[in-house]
């Protein structure tokens, strides 16, 4: 995590995941960041389904670094993995540009990737299509 403690996100559990990989310098993480937390502030996101972030491609010398520290300014909650310093999770996901989602059905198979903000109805239609 961004704070050093170990997390993996499950492969056989049997659950539905949207991965959201995000970059603390990207003005459109920076928008995305509040719309998916206020979502889940309401109590809108499903609970069936598990949101996790990577926060990839930190560089000291861009806006809102180091990245733990804007996450904790926009409160967000959602399980955050910190990236090394190669992009090694952003590129085996292959990304492409920021914000990038991937959403995997419940039997970890990649339903589908999306690069660029999303409202949350994008969100919310793209998460009724996958197998839970």
Known sequence: T?????????????????????AHWCGHCQAEVPRVQ?????GSAPSNVDLYAISTSADAQRPNYPPAAWLARERWSVPTIADDGAGTLARAAGLGAFPFFVFVHAD???ARRTVGQLSISEIEAILGTLRR
């Open 2 to 22: 961004l704070a050093g403690a170990s997390l993996a996100i499950p492969t056989d559990d049997g659950r539905a995941k949207v991965l959201i990989f995000l």
């Open 108 to 110: 970890g198979t990649v």
């Open 38 to 42: 206020a979502w889940i502030d309401a």
